[in-house]
């Protein structure tokens, strides 16, 4: 009974988890009648019960992807290569086809009201997103005279917040994002 009750407890386990576990199972039955299972078997006798899920590999998830692009768009209006790539991956984690719960499109999540003052005809193109979203950035920057929190915080929460309340707003989400942005833009440049 307790054999069972091992037995079902793992079958059980492995369908829950089946998304998270990414390592082939094996498993034997000792001469006792005991269920052994291991993703590192340790004798001939174990037989591979669970294969590994393959790991999905998307297309956007190479931060290295759109560098020539960030290059491009750096050379052009002067924003730090850095910059332009901690935005990226904080506001599309690079997926260019994203679209955020209030529209922001994507590589650098541009509004569609500001589509046409930043020259963006396609969201969606890396490289007319990447260049509009830089533009924005310069933009923001020399607005509020290269001091950085404020920058990102209107790259997030939008300028007319930022201007209202003197400083970084005080939402939740907006002194998150000016967090991540700072910690992965700072990464970046170490490296």
């Known amino acids: 009974m307790l054999r069972k009750t091992g037995i079902i407890l793992f079958i059980t386990l492995s369908i829950v988890c089946i998304d998270y576990a990414f390592a082939d199972i094996y498993m034997y039955v000792d001469s006792s009648g005991v269920v052994h299972f291991t993703n590192v078997p340790t004798s001939s006798n174990y037989r591979l019960y669970i294969k590994e899920k393959p790991k999905k590999v998307l297309p956007w998830t190479s931060t290295k992807k759109y560098d020539d692009i960030i290059k491009k ?6 924003v730090e290569f ?9 506001e599309s984690g690079f997926n260019p086809k994203a679209v955020s ?6 590589l650098m999540q541009i509004m569609p009201g500001n589509l046409k003052t930043l020259f ?4 969606f193109n890396p490289l007319q997103n990447i260049m509009g979203g830089t533009l924005y950035l310069r933009r923001l920057l020399r607005r509020y005279e290269y001091k950085l929190p404020l920058v990102l915080a209107a790259y ?15 939402y939740r989400e907006t002194q998150d994002y000016v967090r991540k942005v700072m910690e992965i833009y700072s990464q970046y440049k170490k490296s």
């Open 73 to 78: 768009a750096q050379k052009k209006y002067g």
């Open 82 to 90: 850095s910059l332009i790539k901690a935005v990226i991956k904080v």
């Open 101 to 106: 719960k209030k529209g922001a499109k994507g």
């Open 120 to 123: 963006v005809k396609d969201p």
């Open 156 to 170: 997030n929460a939008g300028p007319e917040v930022v201007d209202k309340h003197k400083r970084i707003p005080p």
